[in-house]
């Protein structure tokens, strides 16, 4: 079993509609779950943060965590057409130093 | 730019080329990666360096030499890389090694021929 899952899309949503992306885990202890966002031929930019279960709203963008199902996603409402992108989900690894297991990132496109 | 800088955007060597590639953190950070992007895959961890010391060496080929001279410069010597080694270069900074939060680099792209 990968560490980190991501359906790799792409997942295409109308302008204006929620857009949600899965991310799913194999590691029980991990604590923290970060959503970077990637524009073609760019590097990753950090998004969202999110430690506890439930959700976590920053502006367009609610994380939601579940730590029993061992699942994170990330929504975005009023999807943009700028927002079309790879959203890779990542996870610390549990040794002494901050290694984070990328997923594979899903692509998403919003279309006029 | 600001934050992580890196250079070159592009390269493109033989397989019998030495090249560097080099990476500058303007954040004060303590803790430098290298990651490799490969189409259609995950992010590669390949190197972490904290406090100039490297803690990690991700079963990483030696043909790929890091170099951490200090906390804000980082470099990858590249040497006799093969065609598979094409791929996006990112280098990453965090606060210190049990930092989160990582900011990337705009990468640098390497084509091997």
């Known amino acids: 079993q990968k560490e980190v899952e991501q359906n790799s899309g792409p997942l295409s949503v109308p302008e204006g509609a929620i857009a949600s992306l899965n991310c799913t885990y194999s590691?029980?202890?991990?604590?923290?779950f970060f959503w970077y966002r990637q524009y073609s031929g760019k590097s990753p930019e950090l998004i969202m943060s999110i430690y506890s279960n439930g959700d976590k709203e920053d502006g367009r963008f609610t994380a939601q965590l579940n730590k029993a199902s061992q699942y994170v996603s990330l929504l975005i409402r009023d999807s943009q057409p700028s927002d079309s992108a790879t959203y890779l989900c990542a996870v610390p690894w549990r040794g002494g130093y901050n290694k984070l297991i990328f997923g594979a990132g899903t692509r998403l496109a919003v279309h006029p | 730019e600001t934050g992580v800088t890196q250079t070159p955007r592009h390269l493109v060597m033989g397989m019998t080329n030495k090249k560097s590639l080099k990476c500058e953190q303007h954040?004060?950070?303590?803790?430098m990666y290298w990651y490799k992007q490969s189409a259609k895959k995950p992010l590669e961890l390949m190197f972490v360096?904290?406090?100039?010391?490297?803690?990690e060496n991700n079963s990483v080929p030696s043909r790929f030499s890091p170099e951490c001279p200090n906390s804000s410069h980082l470099f990858l010597h590249l040497h006799t890389l093969q065609p598979e080694d094409s791929a996006l270069y990112l280098c990453?900074?965090?606060?210190?090694?049990?930092?989160?939060?990582?900011?990337f680099g705009p990468g640098t792209r390497l084509l091997v021929l």
């Open positions: 590691d029980r202890v991990s604590q923290s």
């Open positions: 360096y904290s406090l100039e010391e490297r803690v």
């Open positions: 990453a900074s965090s606060q210190d090694a049990r930092g989160e939060t990582q900011y």
């Open positions: 954040l004060g950070h303590n803790a």
